[in-house]
Protein backbone atom coordinates (compact mmCIF):
# COMPACT_ATOMS: atom_id res chain seq x y z
CA UNK A 1 0.00 0.00 0.00
CA UNK A 2 1.48 3.62 -0.83
CA UNK A 3 1.82 5.75 2.31
CA UNK A 4 2.65 9.44 3.01
CA UNK A 5 6.44 9.88 2.47
CA UNK A 6 6.44 11.98 5.40
CA UNK A 7 9.43 12.28 7.80
CA UNK A 8 8.14 11.34 10.95
CA UNK A 9 6.95 7.97 10.13
CA UNK A 10 8.07 4.61 11.77
CA UNK A 11 10.35 2.23 9.88
CA UNK A 12 7.57 0.38 8.74
CA UNK A 13 5.87 2.63 6.46
CA UNK A 14 6.30 1.81 2.86
CA UNK A 15 8.93 4.95 1.99
CA UNK A 16 12.57 4.56 0.08
CA UNK A 17 15.18 7.24 0.63
CA UNK A 18 16.99 7.95 -2.81
CA UNK A 19 20.44 9.32 -1.83
CA UNK A 20 21.94 10.78 -4.78
CA UNK A 21 17.88 11.06 -6.12
CA UNK A 22 18.65 13.74 -8.69
CA UNK A 23 21.29 12.01 -10.53
CA UNK A 24 21.25 10.77 -13.63
CA UNK A 25 20.47 7.33 -12.48
CA UNK A 26 19.24 8.67 -8.74
CA UNK A 27 16.39 10.82 -10.77
CA UNK A 28 15.47 7.51 -12.88
CA UNK A 29 15.40 5.15 -9.83
CA UNK A 30 12.64 7.98 -8.01
CA UNK A 31 10.63 8.00 -11.18
CA UNK A 32 9.97 4.54 -11.48
CA UNK A 33 9.48 4.23 -7.64
CA UNK A 34 6.63 6.96 -7.72
CA UNK A 35 5.31 4.75 -11.05
CA UNK A 36 5.02 1.73 -8.36
CA UNK A 37 3.23 4.40 -6.12
CA UNK A 38 5.94 3.99 -3.56
CA UNK A 39 6.75 7.11 -1.08
CA UNK A 40 9.52 8.29 -2.02
CA UNK A 41 12.45 10.74 -0.84
CA UNK A 42 14.82 12.04 -3.10
CA UNK A 43 17.66 13.11 -1.04
CA UNK A 44 20.73 15.75 -2.38
CA UNK A 45 22.70 18.96 -2.18
CA UNK A 46 20.79 20.69 -4.43
CA UNK A 47 17.19 18.93 -3.85
CA UNK A 48 15.56 21.17 -6.35
CA UNK A 49 17.72 21.39 -9.40
CA UNK A 50 16.59 19.99 -12.64
CA UNK A 51 13.87 17.93 -11.71
CA UNK A 52 11.51 17.86 -13.72
CA UNK A 53 9.19 15.34 -12.35
CA UNK A 54 6.67 15.99 -8.90
CA UNK A 55 4.16 13.91 -6.87
CA UNK A 56 2.35 14.16 -3.81
CA UNK A 57 4.19 10.62 -3.07
CA UNK A 58 7.74 12.66 -3.64
CA UNK A 59 9.63 14.65 -1.32
CA UNK A 60 12.86 16.47 -2.38
CA UNK A 61 15.35 16.61 1.29
CA UNK A 62 18.47 18.95 1.21
CA UNK A 63 21.30 16.66 2.88
CA UNK A 64 24.69 16.02 2.80
CA UNK A 65 26.21 12.30 2.25
CA UNK A 66 29.16 13.98 4.37
CA UNK A 67 27.57 15.24 7.25
CA UNK A 68 26.44 12.56 9.57
CA UNK A 69 23.29 14.01 11.42
CA UNK A 70 21.88 15.30 8.12
CA UNK A 71 21.76 11.60 6.77
CA UNK A 72 20.48 10.47 10.21
CA UNK A 73 17.39 12.68 9.72
CA UNK A 74 16.63 11.41 6.12
CA UNK A 75 16.99 8.01 6.35
CA UNK A 76 14.56 7.87 9.54
CA UNK A 77 10.94 6.25 9.27
CA UNK A 78 12.46 4.63 5.57
CA UNK A 79 11.92 1.28 4.48
CA UNK A 80 14.65 0.78 2.18
CA UNK A 81 17.84 3.60 1.34
CA UNK A 82 19.65 3.41 -1.77
CA UNK A 83 23.05 5.20 -2.05
CA UNK A 84 23.13 6.56 -5.73
CA UNK A 85 25.43 9.02 -5.07
CA UNK A 86 28.34 9.45 -6.88
CA UNK A 87 32.19 11.34 -7.31
CA UNK A 88 34.31 11.10 -10.52
CA UNK A 89 36.69 13.61 -9.78
CA UNK A 90 38.36 14.21 -6.63
CA UNK A 91 37.91 18.11 -5.35
CA UNK A 92 39.31 19.24 -1.97
CA UNK A 93 37.18 17.77 0.93
CA UNK A 94 36.04 15.31 -1.53
CA UNK A 95 38.24 12.09 -2.16
CA UNK A 96 36.96 8.73 -3.59
CA UNK A 97 37.85 7.27 0.01
CA UNK A 98 35.59 9.78 1.80
CA UNK A 99 32.36 9.72 0.02
CA UNK A 100 32.86 6.03 -1.56
CA UNK A 101 33.92 4.54 1.30
CA UNK A 102 33.56 5.97 4.56
CA UNK A 103 30.02 7.92 3.78
CA UNK A 104 29.16 5.00 2.30
CA UNK A 105 29.47 2.80 5.55
CA UNK A 106 28.04 6.01 7.45
CA UNK A 107 24.60 5.79 5.52
CA UNK A 108 24.71 2.20 5.93
CA UNK A 109 25.12 2.65 9.28
CA UNK A 110 22.37 5.35 9.87
CA UNK A 111 20.05 3.11 7.92
CA UNK A 112 20.71 0.13 10.33
CA UNK A 113 20.28 2.54 13.13
CA UNK A 114 17.16 3.80 11.77
CA UNK A 115 15.55 0.24 11.43
CA UNK A 116 16.07 0.97 7.85
CA UNK A 117 14.95 -3.23 6.47
CA UNK A 118 16.98 -2.72 3.20
CA UNK A 119 20.39 -0.95 1.99
CA UNK A 120 20.96 -0.88 -1.65
CA UNK A 121 24.29 0.22 -2.39
CA UNK A 122 24.85 1.42 -6.46
CA UNK A 123 28.76 0.44 -6.77
CA UNK A 124 29.74 -0.84 -10.19
CA UNK A 125 31.02 -3.65 -12.77
CA UNK A 126 34.98 -3.92 -11.69
CA UNK A 127 34.52 -2.40 -8.24
CA UNK A 128 37.91 -4.28 -6.70
CA UNK A 129 39.65 -2.87 -3.63
CA UNK A 130 42.63 -4.46 -4.32
CA UNK A 131 42.35 -2.36 -7.83
CA UNK A 132 46.04 0.04 -8.54
CA UNK A 133 43.13 2.51 -9.32
CA UNK A 134 42.38 5.11 -6.73
CA UNK A 135 38.63 5.15 -8.21
CA UNK A 136 37.62 1.53 -8.64
CA UNK A 137 39.47 0.58 -5.37
CA UNK A 138 37.24 3.07 -3.77
CA UNK A 139 34.26 1.53 -5.18
CA UNK A 140 35.21 -1.97 -3.70
CA UNK A 141 36.28 -0.99 -0.71
CA UNK A 142 32.86 0.94 -0.07
CA UNK A 143 30.81 -2.68 -1.22
CA UNK A 144 32.98 -4.20 1.90
CA UNK A 145 32.66 -1.40 4.04
CA UNK A 146 29.13 -1.44 3.48
CA UNK A 147 28.52 -4.85 4.16
CA UNK A 148 30.05 -4.21 7.94
CA UNK A 149 27.47 -1.52 8.74
CA UNK A 150 24.97 -3.56 7.41
CA UNK A 151 25.09 -7.10 6.67
CA UNK A 152 21.87 -7.82 4.59
CA UNK A 153 22.92 -4.97 2.34
CA UNK A 154 22.10 -5.50 -1.64
CA UNK A 155 24.96 -4.43 -3.99
CA UNK A 156 23.78 -3.30 -7.38
CA UNK A 157 26.66 -3.23 -10.21
CA UNK A 158 25.82 -1.94 -13.25
CA UNK A 159 27.97 -1.53 -16.13
CA UNK A 160 28.74 1.77 -18.17
CA UNK A 161 25.00 2.94 -17.94
CA UNK A 162 23.35 4.93 -21.54
CA UNK A 163 20.45 7.11 -21.80
CA UNK A 164 19.26 10.60 -22.60
CA UNK A 165 21.81 13.17 -20.71
CA UNK A 166 24.44 10.57 -20.28
CA UNK A 167 28.23 11.40 -20.01
CA UNK A 168 29.16 8.00 -22.27
CA UNK A 169 26.83 7.56 -25.21
CA UNK A 170 26.11 11.07 -25.85
CA UNK A 171 29.70 11.94 -25.88
CA UNK A 172 30.46 9.32 -28.67
CA UNK A 173 27.57 10.16 -30.91
CA UNK A 174 28.65 13.71 -30.56
CA UNK A 175 32.09 12.98 -31.38
CA UNK A 176 31.31 10.91 -34.55
CA UNK A 177 28.87 14.16 -35.94
CA UNK A 178 31.65 16.36 -34.99
CA UNK A 179 35.14 14.42 -36.39
CA UNK A 180 35.83 12.28 -39.96
CA UNK A 181 38.73 10.68 -37.25
CA UNK A 182 37.21 9.59 -34.28
CA UNK A 183 40.14 8.66 -31.64
CA UNK A 184 39.85 5.43 -29.73
CA UNK A 185 40.77 4.25 -26.24
CA UNK A 186 43.91 2.61 -26.66
CA UNK A 187 43.52 0.38 -29.92
CA UNK A 188 39.88 0.08 -29.03
CA UNK A 189 39.45 -3.99 -27.90
CA UNK A 190 38.60 -3.09 -24.36
CA UNK A 191 35.12 -4.89 -23.68
CA UNK A 192 32.36 -3.10 -22.77
CA UNK A 193 28.72 -4.16 -22.23
CA UNK A 194 26.86 -0.76 -22.15
CA UNK A 195 23.47 -0.80 -20.39
CA UNK A 196 19.84 1.58 -20.51
CA UNK A 197 20.42 3.49 -17.01
CA UNK A 198 16.01 2.99 -17.48
CA UNK A 199 16.75 -0.93 -17.13
CA UNK A 200 19.24 -0.48 -14.14
CA UNK A 201 16.40 2.09 -12.28
CA UNK A 202 13.66 -0.26 -12.88
CA UNK A 203 15.68 -3.10 -11.10
CA UNK A 204 16.54 -1.14 -8.12
CA UNK A 205 13.20 0.08 -8.26
CA UNK A 206 11.64 -3.94 -8.64
CA UNK A 207 14.25 -4.52 -6.05
CA UNK A 208 13.52 -1.71 -3.49
CA UNK A 209 9.73 -2.26 -3.87
CA UNK A 210 9.88 -5.79 -3.00
CA UNK A 211 8.86 -7.07 -6.76
CA UNK A 212 11.34 -9.77 -6.76
CA UNK A 213 11.45 -12.92 -5.07
CA UNK A 214 15.10 -13.22 -5.18
CA UNK A 215 17.53 -12.91 -2.00
CA UNK A 216 20.78 -12.01 -3.85
CA UNK A 217 22.80 -9.77 -2.16
CA UNK A 218 24.94 -8.50 -5.17
CA UNK A 219 23.66 -8.12 -8.70
CA UNK A 220 25.53 -7.19 -11.84
CA UNK A 221 23.02 -5.32 -14.47
CA UNK A 222 24.72 -5.01 -18.21
CA UNK A 223 23.40 -4.30 -21.67
CA UNK A 224 22.14 -7.35 -24.00
CA UNK A 225 25.72 -7.19 -25.55
CA UNK A 226 29.64 -7.15 -25.10
CA UNK A 227 31.61 -5.11 -27.90
CA UNK A 228 35.18 -4.27 -28.00
CA UNK A 229 35.27 -0.41 -27.77
CA UNK A 230 36.10 -0.51 -31.53
CA UNK A 231 33.05 -2.09 -32.55
CA UNK A 232 31.14 -0.07 -30.36
CA UNK A 233 31.89 2.80 -32.08
CA UNK A 234 31.28 1.57 -35.46
CA UNK A 235 28.05 0.41 -34.61
CA UNK A 236 26.64 3.50 -33.16
CA UNK A 237 28.49 5.14 -36.50
CA UNK A 238 26.67 2.91 -38.76
CA UNK A 239 23.01 3.57 -36.95
CA UNK A 240 23.75 7.27 -37.55
CA UNK A 241 25.23 6.41 -41.04
CA UNK A 242 28.70 7.67 -40.58
CA UNK A 243 31.79 5.89 -41.45
CA UNK A 244 34.99 7.46 -39.47
CA UNK A 245 38.24 6.36 -39.89
CA UNK A 246 39.05 5.28 -36.24
CA UNK A 247 42.44 5.71 -34.71
CA UNK A 248 44.09 4.65 -32.07
CA UNK A 249 45.06 6.59 -28.82
CA UNK A 250 47.25 5.30 -26.34
CA UNK A 251 45.96 5.43 -22.99
CA UNK A 252 48.79 8.45 -21.65
CA UNK A 253 47.65 10.59 -23.71
CA UNK A 254 43.92 9.82 -22.47
CA UNK A 255 45.19 10.70 -18.82
CA UNK A 256 46.75 13.99 -19.79
CA UNK A 257 44.25 14.63 -21.70
CA UNK A 258 41.23 14.10 -18.81
CA UNK A 259 43.80 15.72 -16.27
CA UNK A 260 43.45 18.79 -17.99
CA UNK A 261 39.35 18.18 -18.54
CA UNK A 262 39.43 18.03 -15.16
CA UNK A 263 39.75 21.55 -14.29
CA UNK A 264 36.62 22.25 -16.40
CA UNK A 265 33.45 22.93 -14.36
CA UNK A 266 31.57 20.00 -15.71
CA UNK A 267 34.60 18.06 -16.54
CA UNK A 268 33.99 16.23 -19.90
CA UNK A 269 36.44 13.64 -19.45
CA UNK A 270 37.97 12.12 -16.31
CA UNK A 271 40.82 10.07 -15.08
CA UNK A 272 38.79 7.57 -13.63
CA UNK A 273 36.52 7.16 -17.14
CA UNK A 274 39.97 6.36 -18.65
CA UNK A 275 40.82 3.91 -15.94
CA UNK A 276 37.40 2.33 -16.14
CA UNK A 277 38.46 1.71 -19.83
CA UNK A 278 41.89 0.46 -19.48
CA UNK A 279 39.86 -2.95 -18.42
CA UNK A 280 36.96 -5.06 -19.42
CA UNK A 281 33.93 -3.61 -18.08
CA UNK A 282 31.56 -6.52 -18.59
CA UNK A 283 29.29 -8.95 -16.30
CA UNK A 284 31.31 -11.78 -15.07
CA UNK A 285 27.90 -14.30 -14.97
CA UNK A 286 28.53 -14.74 -11.28
CA UNK A 287 25.98 -12.76 -9.96
CA UNK A 288 22.02 -12.65 -11.19
CA UNK A 289 21.21 -9.99 -13.60
CA UNK A 290 18.15 -7.41 -15.05
CA UNK A 291 16.96 -11.25 -16.52
CA UNK A 292 16.40 -12.46 -13.06
CA UNK A 293 14.27 -9.48 -12.03
CA UNK A 294 12.48 -10.15 -15.78
CA UNK A 295 13.63 -7.34 -17.66
CA UNK A 296 14.81 -7.53 -20.76
CA UNK A 297 17.52 -5.10 -21.51
CA UNK A 298 16.84 -2.53 -23.93
CA UNK A 299 18.89 -2.57 -27.22
CA UNK A 300 21.55 -0.68 -28.48
CA UNK A 301 19.87 1.01 -31.43
CA UNK A 302 16.83 2.38 -29.24
CA UNK A 303 19.03 3.81 -27.16
CA UNK A 304 20.75 5.78 -29.56
CA UNK A 305 17.37 6.85 -31.53
CA UNK A 306 16.27 8.12 -27.84
CA UNK A 307 19.45 10.22 -27.77
CA UNK A 308 20.28 11.20 -31.39
CA UNK A 309 16.49 11.87 -31.69
CA UNK A 310 16.35 14.58 -28.58
CA UNK A 311 19.10 16.29 -30.34
N1 LIG B 1 26.84 6.75 -14.89
C1 LIG B 1 27.35 5.55 -15.14
O1 LIG B 1 27.59 5.13 -16.31
C2 LIG B 1 27.64 4.61 -13.99
C3 LIG B 1 28.08 3.31 -14.26
C4 LIG B 1 28.29 2.42 -13.21
C5 LIG B 1 28.04 2.84 -11.91
N2 LIG B 1 27.61 4.11 -11.67
C6 LIG B 1 27.33 4.48 -10.28
O2 LIG B 1 25.96 4.85 -10.17
C7 LIG B 1 25.82 5.81 -9.10
C8 LIG B 1 25.07 7.03 -9.62
O3 LIG B 1 25.85 7.61 -10.67
P1 LIG B 1 25.28 8.79 -11.59
O4 LIG B 1 26.03 8.71 -12.86
O5 LIG B 1 23.79 8.76 -11.59
O6 LIG B 1 25.79 10.06 -10.77
P2 LIG B 1 25.40 11.61 -10.95
O7 LIG B 1 24.54 11.83 -12.14
O8 LIG B 1 26.66 12.36 -10.82
O9 LIG B 1 24.46 11.90 -9.67
C9 LIG B 1 25.00 11.92 -8.39
C10 LIG B 1 23.95 12.25 -7.38
O10 LIG B 1 24.55 12.28 -6.08
C11 LIG B 1 24.27 13.55 -5.46
N3 LIG B 1 25.39 13.87 -4.59
C12 LIG B 1 26.69 14.05 -4.93
N4 LIG B 1 27.43 14.32 -3.85
C13 LIG B 1 26.58 14.30 -2.79
C14 LIG B 1 26.74 14.52 -1.40
N5 LIG B 1 27.93 14.84 -0.86
N6 LIG B 1 25.66 14.39 -0.58
C15 LIG B 1 24.44 14.10 -1.11
N7 LIG B 1 24.22 13.88 -2.41
C16 LIG B 1 25.28 13.99 -3.24
C17 LIG B 1 24.09 14.53 -6.62
O11 LIG B 1 23.32 15.67 -6.30
P3 LIG B 1 23.99 17.02 -5.68
O12 LIG B 1 25.22 17.30 -6.48
O13 LIG B 1 22.92 18.04 -5.79
O14 LIG B 1 24.30 16.69 -4.25
C18 LIG B 1 23.30 13.64 -7.58
O15 LIG B 1 21.95 13.56 -7.16
C19 LIG B 1 27.24 6.12 -8.62
O16 LIG B 1 27.55 5.27 -7.55
C20 LIG B 1 28.09 5.72 -9.82
O17 LIG B 1 29.42 5.39 -9.47
C21 LIG B 1 27.39 5.01 -12.67
Redesign the pocket.
Known amino acids: MASDPERNGSPTENIVTV?????????RIVSRLLDKKMGVRA?????G?DQPRASPQLKRIE????DRPSIAAAVSGSRVVV??????VERAG?SFER??VE?AADLAAASREAGVEKFIQ????GSDARSSSAYIRA?GRGEEAVKVAFPQATVV??????GPD???LTAIIRLLRLLPVYPLFGNGDVRLQPVY?GDVAEAVARLASGQSDTDAHVFEFAGPHVYAYKDLVREIAGLLQIRPTLMPVPYPIWTLLATAAEWLPAAPLTRNQVELMQDDNIASGNFPGLKDLSIEPRELDAVVRMIDGSR
Not at 19 to 27: D, E, I
Not at 122 to 125: E, F, K, N, T
Open positions: FGGTGFLGQVSRHPRANILNAVSLYQVHAISGIRRPAVMTDTFA
